[in-house]
């Protein structure tokens, strides 16, 4: 499979998913610059972390309405994987590919440090890899990280188990104090209604190994290429 | 040509983190009498539209599609004829 | 010209005759404003130059030392690693957030302008104390600002230093230092050759903004100080031109290169021809304005950031902008490179300013300023022991000290910094040193920024000898060996006698530790009149020091890892409270002289800790700083939670010498017990005291003194002091 | 109790990074209509005073010690007696 990091103009993350692809997992990946008007021949498409047009106005606002936009969507909508990662998960809100919005953390700073991750969904193919309930241990770098969505929107969200991480202390439990950034239930991940396409403000390409104080980023990548392998 | 005048803030319903903040530097700094603070974004866009009708339209179109994201934002604006 | 116009803009009497000299006739208004940009002392360093000369800038790695826009140090494998650090004090002063943004852009373009990708920064700062409401803003800004721009573009900012002292009440200082990778063959420098080549200028639009920052840097900061319009940062913009410029460089389309920074426009042309040897014609109409009406003189004085020139040969002229276009970037082709020498400025053709670059450049006058020893050390320097009453408790005084905000956790602050972006990030903020690895070799850099300001203050020359030794024990105990510094040199005004002794004296002190560590100076800044309201600050030399591991895996960090260890000291201590933070926030007394400093017995202990790091013989390494072994002690306990048992005799020194004294050239080490013989044998081999001093283990620091408890805290009430220092300030 | 109604923008001869970039992005859109935007911030405080002329002193008073940076910024508010 093949996977395709889309870069817009500013994009600063996007070297992180490329060398954990191309470096550690081996596995083949391309960039793909914002003014394609196409994404044929990929199998997974990612929206980088880091900033992008320097999240102006609004994180993910205006790499939202770049012109390779139109071509994500279809491919989502298509059932094609999609991760966002950090500012991925801003332009995947932006662009309607996922509920609810991300704004400034509560206390108002930008914040870079590990954070527990707990698995609430297994059944997506980001993370069939991963046990129910299982922390992960991956670190977050961002100043608007607040996921909300209404509460109505929410009460759905839960029920059809589009909530895939949360953020705990290292025990597994949800407290406030664990929840870096005044995530609404301590959402630290989402996925569609046909979980084909996922966010997360954490960086799992970050995690990817020992020397950087955790590998637990990878099961991400192995349950896609898993999935893939299953799908084929 | 047009001047629209957008004031942007968070909806009500939705904690809003920079308010807060300067609400308690503010009362830090003695001022009780302030009771709260809200902060949002101002945009001012200059264009030009045929009338007023479509000026209006055409600034909302704009705020859905890039400068609001009404899913956390409210938004009001004004449109002021300017020279061209 | 009458007086009042030349010196408006900050020329003396006898420099105006100069540039009459120079022209051989009066200048023009923009001719003046030119000269006086150029020959401020921001740009010319005309006060500092004499003293900057008895830098050692040479060694075997060095490519390109003081002069470019930043040194050059090979580290094998055909690459090289490009580093500088730069002041924006001022601005800072007056407007904390962009201040700091557009320092950190500023220093960002100085490395990609080498050609080298930039993969690090790190950051020195220095307020007044955090009770006074106006500092707690510009520290929380200037922070801000530091993490709004670095984040943005995404280079992650891995280490730094701050410091408050009343001393920068009105004054603080933001320096800004940059790292940056490049294969030795795309250096590139700022040289304009090749007659008849397009002159291109790229990136953001020029505006009214920044005019005159340059002299703004260049006087004393009071009530009165009308500062320039402040600039705001655009990491986005800048982000593009970074790739654009790389891009360009990588596939060689580029001859010379060089960002425009302070002096603007002027700067750049006059810079870029002097280097070359070369003169040339530029028109101001093509110069793309943010503003219609623009005058010369505002174009060529705008300090806008985010903007590039490069010379390039006329055939790759149109795929330079092709490149440009596509990043989203303006750029225009503004002149022509010409033989001879000349500036030549006109506006729709007609010539606005006709200058020798070489003048504008290279021939700001030189002073040498009177220098004299400051009155106050004669009353500073005597601290007899005697008048320092011991402490009753030790407990109280280390818990003190640890959340003294000048030890006490940064972790507030460089949370808010990035500094895991390009994944490479072996150690980030929070030991010793900051590694980088670098991808596709097995090596890895170390970064650190450092400097005593008080030790300064108390002995210029020592207090510099200290900084740069500092600063490489810091690389040393990460397992790096030191390479070269970058100096950014923060004093006050040297129109002041006292002040420019303190100037003389710490460059004195800088260059006998480089000379002997072998870590030459390959660039730096120079920021005076560092003063407000007639108050100076002390003399803050900030050293940034890179350093080289050749195997990243050999690398080594401040924390204790494992209970059972034993703790070793190498070096010795003496009865040395002078200029110790001890002294300072116990008894409240800025006095005495900096410890004693032996650079042979340094470098002993150097070779030392390397070794034991290379054998991997040891587990952690730190080194002593402020607040002594003590501190030092109880910040290799957080990481883990590791407690540690010690005895120490004391050999007749007093108890809070022992435990808070600040001598020089030690280190504390753990290692696994059977490690110690081996490590005994080594230290034996330099002649380096070494002493086993206790073991890790439990959830407490206990310290005895010739058998007698003089601390027993547990780890995580020290931990709560030092981690809430800082934030207990804030709101 | 009143609410203080305050548009703050960059000074004009100061770049406004943002919305230059909202420009780019909107002309990249087709909207080329569109001839300038400029992002600010929009702030609303409520506070009491005992009139209109001390409200006034007030938020002034506030804008140039916090709210607004007079270095770079400009800013214009409106007065609205709101009920306590
Ligand atoms: N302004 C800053 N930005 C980033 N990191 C910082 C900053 N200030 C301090 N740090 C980090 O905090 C740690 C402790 O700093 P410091 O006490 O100055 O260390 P040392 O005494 O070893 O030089 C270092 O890792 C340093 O890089
Ligand atoms: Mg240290």
Redesign the pocket.
């Known amino acids: 499979m093949k996977f395709g990091i889309i870069v817009f103009p500013g994009s600063s993350g996007d070297l992180d998913a490329y060398h954990l692809i191309k470096d550690v997992l081996d596995a083949p990946v391309e960039y793909i610059w914002h003014e394609a008007s196409s994404v044929q021949g990929f199998d997974c498409l990612i929206l980088p972390g880091g900033f992008s047009y320097g999240n102006y106005l609004r994180g993910g606002a205006l790499a939202s309405c770049s012109p390779i936009i139109p071509a994500v969507v279809d491919f989502a909508r298509r059932g094609g994987l999609v991760l966002g990662i950090a500012n991925g998960f801003q332009v995947l809100t932006e662009a309607g590919l996922l509920p609810g919005a991300l704004y400034t953390n509560a206390d108002g700073r930008f914040h870079c440090h590990f954070t527990t991750l707990r698995v609430e969904n297994t059944d997506t193919p980001f993370t069939r890899n991963l046990g129910r309930n299982q922390l992960l241990s991956i670190p977050i770098a961002h100043g608007e990280g607040n996921y909300y969505v209404d509460p109505a929107t929410l009460q759905q969200l839960e029920e059809s188990g589009q909530i895939v991480f949360r953020y705990t202390d290292e025990k597994g439990q949800v407290t406030a104090e664990a929840n870096p950034n005044g995530s609404v239930g301590n959402i630290a991940g989402v996925c569609n209604e046909t979980r084909n396409v996922l966010g997360m403000m954490a960086h799992p390409e970050r995690a990817g190994e020992a020397v950087f104080g955790s590998i637990d980023g990878l099961a991400l990548f192995n349950s896609i290429l898993k999935y893939w392998e299953g799908s084929k | 040509m047009w001047r629209a005048e957008i004031k942007v803030l968070l909806k009500p319903s939705i904690l809003d983190p920079q308010g807060q903040a300067a609400e308690k530097v503010l009362a830090a700094m003695g001022y009780t009498e302030v009771n709260q603070v809200r902060v949002g974004k101002y945009l001012e866009v200059t264009f030009s539209a045929p009338d007023r009708t479509s000026a209006e339209a055409k600034i909302r179109e704009l705020c859905s599609r890039l400068l609001v994201n009404t899913v956390i934002e409210g938004y009001t604006f004004e449109l002021v004829e300017v020279a061209p | 010209m009458r007086p009042e116009d030349w010196r408006k803009m900050g020329l003396r009497d006898d420099e105006y005759k100069r540039i009459k000299e120079a022209l051989g006739r009066e200048p023009n208004h923009l001719e003046l404003g030119m000269f006086s940009v150029m020959w401020s002392e921001h740009c010319s360093y005309k006060n500092s130059k004499a003293v900057l000369k008895t830098f050692p800038t040479t060694g075997p790695r060095v490519l390109q030392g003081p002069g470019e826009n930043a040194g050059v140090v090979a580290i094998g494998d055909g690459l090289a690693v490009c580093f500088k650090i730069e002041s924006h004090n001022h601005p800072s002063a007056v407007e904390p957030y962009q201040g700091a943004a557009t320092g950190v852009g500023g220093i960002i373009r100085d490395i990609f302008t080498m050609g080298a990708q930039p993969i690090a920064l790190l950051?020195s700062?220095r307020f007044g104390p955090l009770h006074d409401e106006r500092v707690r803003y510009l520290f929380e800004q200037v922070v801000a600002g530091i993490g709004g721009y670095g984040n943005r573009i995404g280079i992650p900012?891995v280490?730094?230093?701050?410091y408050f002292d009343p001393c920068y009440q009105g004054n603080p200082l933001v320096n800004a230092m940059c790292v940056g990778l490049l294969e030795t063959n795309k250096l590139r420098l700022g040289k304009a050759t090749g007659i008849g080549n397009p002159v291109i200028l790229a990136g953001a639009r020029t505006g009214q903004d920044g005019m005159g920052g340059a002299t703004f840097a260049s006087v004393e900061l009071s009530e009165e100080t009308e500062a320039p319009d402040i600039q705001v940062g655009d990491p986005f913009t800048e982000k593009l031109l970074l790739e654009a410029c790389l891009e360009l460089i990588g596939n060689g389309d580029v001859d010379g290169i060089q960002d425009l920074g302070a002096a603007g426009l002027t700067c750049a042309v006059s810079e870029m021809a002097s280097r070359g040897g070369t003169g040339m014609d530029v028109e101001l109409s093509k110069v793309p304005c943010r503003e219609e009406g623009m005058t010369p003189y505002e174009i060529m004085l705008a300090e806008s950031q985010e903007r590039m020139l490069m010379v390039v040969s006329p055939e790759k002229e149109a795929k330079v902008h092709a490149v440009f276009k596509r990043w989203g970037l303006t750029s225009t082709t503004i002149g022509r490179v010409t033989e001879g020498g000349m500036l030549t400025i006109r506006m729709h053709g007609e010539i606005v300013a006709e200058i020798p670059a070489h003048s504008l450049a290279e021939d700001a006058p030189v002073y040498y300023p009177e220098a004299q020893e400051p009155a106050y050390l004669k009353t500073t320097a005597d601290l007899p022991l005697a008048t320092i009453a011991l402490p009753e408790d030790y407990n109280t005084v280390l818990l003190k000290l640890v959340a003294s905000p000048n030890?006490a956790s940064?972790e507030w602050?460089?949370q808010q910094?990035d500094y895991q972006a390009r994944t490479a990030t072996l150690v980030g903020?929070?030991?010793?040193a900051?590694l980088i690895r670098i991808r596709g070799t097995k090596k890895a850099l170390a970064l650190?920024a450092?400097c005593n300001s008080r030790y300064v203050y108390l002995d210029p020359y020592a207090g510099g000898k200290i900084a740069v030794t500092?600063a490489a024990r810091?690389i040393v105990c990460s397992g790096g060996e030191p390479l070269a510094i970058t100096d950014g040199l923060n004093f006050g005004s040297p129109e002041k006698p006292e002040i420019y002794w303190q100037f003389q004296q710490a460059v004195a002190g800088i260059s006998e530790a480089c000379r002997v560590l072998e870590t030459p100076v390959t660039g730096g800044n120079v920021s005076f009149y560092n003063e407000a309201n007639g108050e100076g600050i002390y003399p803050t030399p900030v050293i940034g020091m890179v350093g080289l591991l050749e195997d990243a895996t050999k690398y080594c960090t401040l924390s204790f890892k494992a209970a059972g260890d034993r703790i070793v000291l190498l070096g010795e201590s003496f009865d040395e409270l002078g200029a110790s933070e001890y002294l300072a926030l116990i008894h409240g007394r800025v006095q005495g002289k900096p410890p004693a400093l032996d650079l042979s017995k340094e470098k002993a202990l150097h070779r030392v800790v390397l070794s034991a790091i290379r054998e991997g013989l040891v587990r952690s390494a730190h080194?002593l700083?402020?607040g002594g072994l003590a501190v030092a002690l109880a910040e290799c306990l957080f990481e883990k939670g590791i407690g540690a048992r010690i005895q120490l005799s004391s050999n007749g020194l007093r108890p809070d010498s022992l435990l808070f004294g600040e001598s020089q050239s030690r280190v504390v080490l753990s290692l696994s017990p059977e490690k110690l013989p081996a490590l005994e044998a080594l230290a034996a081999q330099e002649g380096v005291p070494f002493q086993v001093i206790g073991e890790t283990g439990g959830d407490e620091l206990q310290i005895t003194v010739d058998g007698n408890q003089r601390l027993n805290l547990s780890v995580a009430e020290l931990q709560a002091a030092w981690q809430g220092g800082i934030p207990c300030h804030l709101s």
């Open positions: 950051n700062l900012t280490g730094g230093e701050i030890i940064k602050v460089w910094f903020p929070g030991s010793d900051a650190t450092d500092e810091n080194d700083a402020e």
